[in-house]
Every structure is written in C-alpha cells, then in structure tokens.
C-alpha cells in the first residue's frame, strides 16, 4: 500500500442527474455523488431531485456509506434569499454531507445558520491560486473545487501551502471558459451560465476574421469547442500532486456513462494505492470514448497546449473513431478497421459537415471479401453493411469518417451492474461476545467502515452447555448469516466463563436486531448545529445629487480622450501591464485619477503581475480575482480596492461579505438584470457600490488562445511568436456579427459582444438608490467617440437628457447586465422602485 502525505485521502466523485444514475455510482464503487435539487443549481437540464426526497436519497446513500453533496452551484438573487434558506435547512435536515457553492452571499448564508454544516468550494468560484484558497479560509470551507485550467505543477503548488482539500475534475465535459468567467448565454440569449442556464455557446461554429477578413480554415469552424477531459492516465500524479478528489463531469449524462467512467476511474485509484503499477489498456480507453467522447484531451493538466485542446470539425460526442471510407460498395462500404466492431453496433459517417443530417445507423452486416464474417472484428479490411433503412449510401464518399456512436454489448453489461439490487458492496462487521451462565449474552457489534457499534443482548440467559458450547466459530457460523444486508462478518472474539449456551433462534434475533441497528445509525442523519440567519434590514436611501462618472479605458488613447473631458476617474485595463506606468503618467498629466485593472485570473507565480500594478503608483486598484483581493488586503496597502464584476457579487450578503474583507468598493455581477439589480440595491450599502452602465459585454474568458492555435505553429506562450501584437481577431456568429477577442498579460482570451449595451435608461432609479459611482466601458474606440459617449453620459447623470435618447444615440442595446428585465416593460414596477 502507497503512504499518502499528511491527512491526504483520496475520493472519489460521481455525477447524478437521477436515481437510475445514483444507483449506478454507488454500484461501481464512488465514495460520493453531486447532484441538484430543483432549481437551485447549474445543471437545470437535468432531472434533479426534489426537496422531498432529499431524506430517501441520502438514506440511500449512507446505506452503502457514500456521501451525497448538493449542488447549490449558482449565483443567488435577493428575492430568492428566503428560498435559499429553506433550501440549505432542508439539506441539513436530510443529513446531506455537504453543499457545494460558487455565491459568496451564500457562503455567509450558510454560516450564520450553521458553523458546521460542509460547504465546498465550486470551481464557479474561479478559485487557481493559493492565495484564492486562502481568502476562504475564514468560512471553513472543507473542500475547495479548482479551476479546470490549474496544471499539474501548479496544483502541487497549491496543495502545499494549504490544508484544505482540493478537488480536480479529471472526466468529461470541458467548458472553453473559466468556470464562474462565462457570460456568453446571457449575451445570446438571456440564460446564464452562472443560473445553471449554460445555452453551449461554445459549441457553435464561428468564422474565423483576422484585421477583417475571414480566414479560410477548410473543415474547422467549431474553434471554441474543447475536447473532452480524460485524465485516467494522470491518476498516480494527480495524487502525488495533492489532489483529494477526483471529480467527474456528467449530470446531464446517462446511468450507463456513469457506471462506465465510475468503474474505471476506481480501478485506477485502487491500483495505484495498492501500490500496483497501472495503465489503463486501449479496450478501456475506446469504452469509454463509446459512453462521450469529443475526443480525449488532457486538458490544461499536462500544460497548455492550444493545438490539442480542440479537434475544430465537429462540437458533438462522436464515441470510438473506426477509420475512413476506402470505397463505397452498392450495399456496403469497405473500411481499414482502427477498432472493434461487430453487428449490432451503431455507426455514423462523418463527412465534415456535423450541422447537417448525417448518414448512420446499426451494423447490419460485416463481411471480408464478400464472405459474411461471425462475431467481433478487431482490425483490417472488412466490408460494413448498414441497415437497409439506416443509411443512404448514395451521399456516403470515400474519404468520410466512420465513427463506432454505441455498443448495445457494452451498455448491457455496464446495465446489469446496477439494475438488479443486491447489496452492491458489504461491509466489514466484527464482534466481541461475553457472559457466563445465569447472566444474558452480550454482543457488541462494530460496524468497520463507520465505527458505529451497538450492543446486542440475549433475551434468554445463559445456561450451562452439557453437550455443545458457544464458540467464536459456532457463533461466527451463525450470525454471519448476514444475506440480505450490506454487512459481511470479518471476527468474532468470545470471553465466556465457562461453557455455555443459548437457542439458536436467540442467535438469530440477536444477529437480525444487529444489522437493523447498525443500518439504523448509517441511514441516521448526521446532526449540524442551526441557529436563525441574521434578516436582512431593507436600507433608506437618499437620492445622490453628485454622481461619479468613471472611464474604463483600453489605450492611451483612449486614457487621453477621457482626461480632456470631466471625467471623475480613469480605470486603465489594458493587454499588457507593462504599460501601466504610461497610463498613470498620462492620467496624473491630465489631473485625472487612475485605478489599474489586475487580470480577471489568478495564478501561482502571478504574483508579479499584481505586484507590477503597486509599484506603477495608481490612486486605486480595480481588483477581479480572490486571490488578488486576498494578495493586496493581506499586504494592507494604502491603495483604494474596488472589487470588479468577476468577483459575481449578486445579493446583499455578497456585499457585505466583500466590504468586510477591505474593498472600498465592489460592482455587481453581470448576471443581474434590472429587476434583480433594483432587489439588491434595496438591501445593500449603495454608498459603496459602482455599476456598469456601458459596455461590451465579455463573453468568454479562456486560457485557450485563439491567436496561437490558428495563427502560429506554436502550442503556447513559450513559442507562438505572440500574433496577438501582430493581429486582430474576431469571430463571426452565424447571424454575421463579429465578436472581438483580445488577449490579457497572461496570454487569456476575453471575447466581447459585437455591440455595445447601455443602461442608461435606468440612472434615475440608480441616483434614486443613493449609487453614486457609474462606469462605462471602452473597448475599440477612438477618443473622439470616447468624449462623444462620456458627454452623453454625464448629461443624463445631470438630467439633461434621457437615458433613452443616450441609448438611441450610441445605436446600443438597451439593457443592463443579461436581460432587460420588467422595469421597462410595467409602469407600476417604476412607479415601485422609485419610492
């Protein structure tokens, strides 16, 4: 057996997005499952569970000693709080092992009505460096989710500067973006990423325009489409790094996918810390490409590698690739076989173009040169005959790909692990038995996996035995009669004084009182200590007469357009850090004052990046990350901190919790619409709020990078030849708009939205509120539009003018954040908010 460092255990996570699911995780050995209840979490496609059965299913679960932790993975808006509550009390009534939470709102929540119940981390949390970890310590999170863009050196880095326990997604589905990072649903549609509303913007093809033309990439249009993850092979590694758990990817997937991946992931663990050498062989691969597979990729576990994250032709599960089409016969199509294949099997022929219908359907037939072949072929020359009714051979061509999409053999065999309930895993029992004639029998049972023990005694006493006397073996041979419960006898030990005996069917009420006992306290839920959450006070704002106009600015020359107008603050967020120092100089010229964006990621060894921003000597920071809001308050800094959208503050606990922790000043997420943003400001320290009234809204945010994957030879920083200084690119939806992409200090890609949105029309609810900061956002602009559009905006803080003569006169969307939201639509809503 392999030694794991300090408290270093090893867990294994599976996804559940129903019972047929649930069951199938328990069956192939996961020691916990994630799953939703109801709307509260970021997969609202799936079936998820209801409050009411919160109690059966973590009964279920501690049956067989497996943790059940709820996704409660979502931003919380302000009228939802009181819902939240009933949520997190429900799941502490059930026992539930843990909430796994991205709102920091909802952290606080949690802790006011419990010091104790688990909270983990999600990977919403956008939580990549040590210093991220570190400013959750003080809510006693036990177990932290990283970003899936953590590399293996870096989460070794991570996991030696923290106790808390870290988990890693090492199966299934990539997200392009930084999870907690994605705005894109909401830009196409309304949905957001961060309300489990993810629309797989992601998945759609995009041409590719390089300084305004499109550049022709044959096949690949799907350039924001990764590869599935697949880190099996990385299991001894990841535990030598520090990784706790090991999470897979999968509520929207089916019971035999889980069941699949479950088994083999478990495999590998096992032998590892059996301190058996394992790597998993091309049958187990190809199954599980048969269950999902985009192609496997590492991920960014072994590094970046920007040429191997996607494949670009295709944004759908194909499963097990077969080979290409060498000749298209007039009932078959002849194939060089990569992979197994036999009749029965699912196939489709992939000839680019996986928007289209494509051709496919069941193996009817293999043949080798004519001749009907029985059974599994492995390899070679065979001849495939579709279902007479499945394909249409006539738009089949040489050349096309034949993918293997499902194996009726495999999914029976992964079915009848789960299906048929029979006590899926038994757990060790041992007991110790004593007395002596005249007195009962005593038995005390242990429950091994548990520790739960419970003392068992004969009705009947003791009676001197003449013939056959109690023995640990008599005794094992009759309680171990344990069928039909989750317990195996291990040992008996005995201490009898004297011979004695007691009737067999007192042995056996004995052993059946036994293991419904200790079933009894598995199933018992665990017990959390509750106290009343604090209730929030709804504030008295009054309306602010001297409103602050703030310019977000991405050149110097835009720096310089907005130091001539009267502008209250600059914000400088540019590409490269390394020109802070000019935008100070210039702002401090024009006797304008400067806050410095840091990246909206944080990375081990990035710290001299936030560092570099302190020493350019900026009159604020414009702060985007936990970990760098953990960085400069921990250096206590006598710099003005403001915390940026990205931190996704969404409710009024979120607020507080922020300011509390040293931000002077914080912007709420871009996921809240008009409506909501009205709910929070009713509840929160306005004084101390800043919102985006103009902006293209980023989209993605990814360490994948457009620029090195499609503009140079390289796979990253180290070696792309940094197009990006060379070029511009953009990326045209199918609808013809063209989405700009640009790159950040640490070489991240940032999509906007094509055009730009205003919130103008809302300022007189905003001054009404007592918000007095207000920032519009620049992105490609000239410093004539930038004065154009400050001038517009500083008359309708001054009312001047109306918001929707602003609005009208930028040719902008009409919107603040994701939707429009009612306030436009019912006057009585207005009528409401301005009381």
Known sequence: ????????????????????????????????????????????????????????????????????????????????????????????????????????????????????????????????????????????????????????????????????????????????????????????????????????????????????????????????????????????????????????????????????????????????????????????????????????????????????????????????YLGTVKQVMKDAVVCELEAPLKRGDGIVFDAGRPETKEEGGRVYDLRKRGQKVEGEVQQGIVEIVPGRHDVNLTKVHVGDKIWKTSDQELASRLRKTFEAEQAYKLFPVTIQAYGKAGKPLVSVWRDEATGNMVTIESEELLQEAQKRPLTAEYLFEQWGRLGGTVFELANVQTDFAGDVIVPVKELNRMRRDAAEQLLALRQAPRQYTKHAPKAGVRKQHAKTDEPNLIALCRTLEQIEAAGKTDVDYIYADFEFTTDYPKAVKLAHELGKRIALATPRIHMPGENGILNGIVRANPDAILVRSLGAVQYYTAQQLDIPLIGDFSLNIANHKAVDLFLQRGLDRVTPSYDLNIQQMMDMLGMADTENMELVIHQHLPMFHTEHCVYCTFLSEGTDFTNCGRPCEEHRISLQDRIGMSHPVRVDVGCRNTVYNAIDQSGAEYLPHFLNHGVRHYRVEFLEESGAKVQEVLKLYREALEGKRTGTSVWRALKATNQLGVTRGQLTKENHLEKKFVK
């Open 1 to 320: 057996m392999r030694e794991l460092k300090g408290k270093h255990t090893v867990e294994l996570l599976a996804p559940v997005g129903n019972w047929e699911c649930l069951r199938a995780a328990v069956a192939n050995g996961a020691d916990s499952v994630f799953f939703g209840v109801e709307k509260f979490n970021a997969r609202v496609r799936a079936k998820n569970f209801t409050m009411q059965e919160l109690p059966e299913v973590m009964k279920y679960l501690h049956k067989y000693n497996v943790k059940g932790y709820v996704t409660f993975n979502i931003l919380v808006f302000e009228d939802e709080m009181e819902d939240a509550r009933s949520l997190v009390e429900a799941c502490m009534d059930a026992g539930v092992d843990a909430l796994i939470v991205q709102d920091m709102g909802l952290v606080q929540l949690i802790r006011e009505i419990s010091p104790d119940f688990p909270i983990h981390g999600s990977t919403q949390m956008t939580v990549t460096s040590p210093e991220a970890v570190a400013f959750l310590d003080p809510y006693d999170l036990e177990v932290v989710v990283l970003g899936r863009e953590n590399n293996l050196k870096q989460i070794q880095t991570i996991a030696d500067k923290t106790d808390t326990p870290l988990e890693v997604f090492v199966h299934g589905a990539l997200c392009v973006s930084y999870s907690g990072q994605c705005l894109t649903s909401e830009v196409f549609g309304g949905r957001s990423a961060n309300r489990g509303e993810c629309a797989q913007a992601c998945r759609l093809p995009y041409d590719l325009m390089v300084d305004g033309e499109r550049k022709e990439m044959g096949n690949i249009a799907y350039v924001l489409s990764p590869k599935d993850l697949a880190a099996i092979e990385l299991v001894p590694e990841l535990i030598e790094a520090g990784v706790s758990t090991f999470k897979i990817e999968g509520r929207l997937k089916s019971p035999e996918y889980v069941a699949n991946v479950v088994s083999k992931y478990r495999k590998a663990i096992d032998e590892y810390l059996a301190g058996r050498e394992y790597t998993p062989s091309k049958e187990e691969i190809r199954e599980l490409q048969q269950s999902f597979s985009r192609g496997f990729t590492y991920g960014f576990l072994r590094g970046t590698n920007n040429k191997e994250l996607l494949d670009g032709t295709f944004p759908k599960s194909r499963g097990v």
